[in-house]
Every structure is written in C-alpha cells, then in structure tokens.
C-alpha cells in the first residue's frame, strides 16, 4: 500500500503536471497511478515488476531519447540498484538540464540493532515461526535472518548507503539537504505505527533511517 506521506512527499516536490516523470523501481505502479490521475506524464520502470503499468526494465538499460523528462522520482529504489553508477549516469542523461530527482530512501548506514529489534518485536514474530514474512522476499540474496544483528550485517553487505547513493549522484546533481524521519513503519508493519516510531526517534531510543531529498540536474554535464 502506498503510503500518504509518501504520495505527498512526491506530488510537492515534482514540478506541476503536466511534466512527463520517470518514476525508478515503480513496483506495481501505485504511486505512478497517483501521479498520472493527478495530470503527469509518467513512465513507470521496475524490471522486477508484474504490473501491465510498468515497463520491466532496469534504469541502466532504459532507451529513452536523452532529456525525456522533465522529473524522477525513486522510493525506496536506488539503495539496491545495480550497477549502481551507470544507472545514474543514465538517469541523468534521460533527465532534461534543470530536471528535478526526488528520493525517498532507507539510510542503511543508520538502521542498527535498536530498529531492527523494534521492527522484529513490531512484526510479533521469528523467522521458525509459521507466518514468517520475508520483507525482502523479491531480492534473491536475501536469507530471512532472525535477530537484530543478523538483519543490520545484511542489510549493511547488500544495500547501497546514503552516502554511496549521494556519490554515485553528485556528479550530475545538484542535491539538497537529506531530511530524515520515520521508516520502519512502512516496511510490512502497519500506518498506525508511524506515530510510536516518531515518539521513539524524538526519545532517541530508535534512529531515524527514512530519508528524503529533492535534487536538481546539473546543467552541461553529460
């Protein structure tokens, strides 16, 4: 389920319809239904995808003519994308000079066995218990590990980091501050959650490893 703030995130940081957005490791398509229902032009790509509304296709390898759009948006995307620097060499050049990015991303760097034990303890449940749910069930490298270390030193080995991602961008974009805030809610948990996780991040008992930016493309670099 798409999460509201999310859409809301996204719809105020884009330019206003009509732009033609791309939207990167669209999913099934939900937010790029938004955003078509709200006046854009939108390609949705996901080459995990199902969804008869997205094209199957990783950004990499995407042909599009160079400066197609006007805007992309990435949630929760780019931190497992591969490679990750062609991609977005390739992003920006299908992006047109000035184009806005809007990310919304997990800060890998910061998710340590405080949320990874709240997250289990918010699930109810262990990986030898009957209804046990791989939240990375897609991803073919994932093992389903059972306690707060096993999660932190998988997710740490597999995932690309804030960081890694702001310096495979730099090179093309202009990014803004990140801004973080509540995650761990929206991975297969529930919305009414979104509050004990704010109180938690505010107590400092838990980091706050959602993460949101907004970038601009940098003019003449190809």
Do not use: K, N
């Amino acid at each position: 389920m798409l999460d509201d703030a999310v859409r809301s995130f996204a719809v105020a940081s884009l330019p206003p319809p009509p732009a033609r957005v791309l939207e990167v490791g669209a999913g099934e398509g939900e937010l790029a239904l938004v955003l078509a229902c709200a006046g854009y032009e939108v390609l949705a790509i996901d080459p995990a995808s199902r969804s008869e509304h997205v094209r199957p296709v990783a950004l990499h390898a995407l042909r599009e003519p160079p400066g197609s759009f006007d805007a992309a948006v990435a949630v929760v995307s780019l931190h497992h994308v591969e490679p990750l620097r062609d991609s977005c060499r390739r992003l920006a050049e299908v992006l047109r000079d000035g184009a806005t990015l809007v990310l919304d991303e997990i800060d890998v760097a910061r998710f340590d066995e405080r949320a990874a034990g709240w997250w289990l303890e918010q699930r109810g449940l262990r990986r030898d218990e009957p209804h046990w749910h791989d939240p990375h069930r897609h991803d073919p490298r994932w093992h389903a590990p059972g306690t707060p270390s096993e999660i932190v030193a998988w997710m740490r080995h597999h995932l690309h980091d804030l960081g890694t991602i702001q310096g495979a961008l730099v090179e093309w974009f202009e990014l803004g501050p990140p801004v973080h805030g509540p995650y761990l809610y929206r991975w297969e948990l529930s919305p009414e959650l979104r509050g004990a996780e704010e109180a938690l991040i505010a107590a400092g008992r838990v980091p706050a490893v959602g993460v949101r930016l907004v970038g601009t493309r940098r003019p003449g670099r190809a």
